[in-house]
T-cell receptor, first 114, second 112 residues
Framework: NAGVTQTPKFQVLKTGQSMTLQCAQD?????MSWYRQDPGMGLRLIHY???????DQGEVPNGYNVSRSTTEDFPLRLLSAAPSQTSVYFC?????????????FGEGSRLTVL | SQQGEEDPQALSIQEGENATMNCSYK?????LQWYRQNSGRGLVHLIL?????REKHSGRLRVTLDTSKKSSSLLITASRAADTASYFC????????????FGAGTTVTVRA
């Protein structure tokens, strides 16, 4: 049982480049979310999805796009990377949402923007 | 601004001692959750406590919730070296069931 799988684990980008962080879960969870973790600030919610075709903004959505075409996958896109987006990114999923139960986290993707 | 804030920011204890950390939050919640993060890893769920509950236990973990003071505490009894990690509280506020907001965390070091 793989749980939540994130790729890549590490990535270095130049300012202005674009990339997609991949997230896949094999637990048939309806709810998926993306967080970024910066030193001293805990985790901040970027975007979330309550099911295929449905996404919504979190606390810090600017500079990031998401889509949810399948239940399993929830990619996070950076269209024009900026140094301020240097961070560790975590994908998390839940059966129906955090109001009903726990989130399952991936191992993270460490992104550096030069 | 963050919904939850943990106190202390860092804690160092001897193996076998108890570790207590606190979490304060700002607005009415649906539930409060505690997570653990080992260095370089993802977060792992520990306990969820709902707004109508006051105390929950899981193994060596005890969580309390005081909604009148908007605060929660996590107690780890008989700590082990493997408990060395960062601990985060996270809340789901009543106005939005789908947003889980995290505090900045407490870093716990258990000395052998």
């Amino acid at each position: 049982n793989a749980g939540v799988t994130q790729t890549p684990k590490f990535q270095v980008l130049k300012t202005g480049q674009s990339m997609t962080l991949q997230c896949a879960q094999d637990m048939n969870h309806e709810y998926m979310s993306w967080y970024r973790q910066d030193p001293g600030m805990g985790l901040r919610l970027i975007h979330y999805s309550v099911g295929a075709g449905i996404t919504d903004q979190g606390e810090v959505p600017n500079g990031y796009n998401v889509s949810r075409s399948t239940t399993e996958d929830f990619p996070l896109r950076l269209l024009s990377a900026a140094p301020s987006q240097t961070s560790v990114y975590f994908c998390a999923s839940s059966d129906r949402g955090p109001h009903t139960g726990e989130l399952f986290f991936g191992e993270g993707s460490r992104l550096t923007v030069l | 601004s963050q919904q939850g804030e943990e106190d202390p920011q860092a804690l160092s204890i001897q193996e076998g001692e108890n570790a207590t950390m606190n979490c304060s939050y700002k607005t009415s919640i649906n539930n409060l959750q505690w997570y653990r993060q080992n260095s370089g890893r993802g977060l792992v769920h520990l306990i969820l406590i709902r707004s109508n509950e006051r105390e929950k236990h899981s193994g060596r973990l005890r969580v309390t919730l005081d909604t009148s003071k908007k605060s929660s505490s996590l107690l780890i009894t008989a700590s082990r070296a493997a408990d060395t990690a960062s601990y985060f509280c996270a809340t789901v506020v009543r106005s939005n069931d789908y947003k889980l907001s995290f505090g900045a965390g407490t870093t716990v070091t258990v000395r052998a």
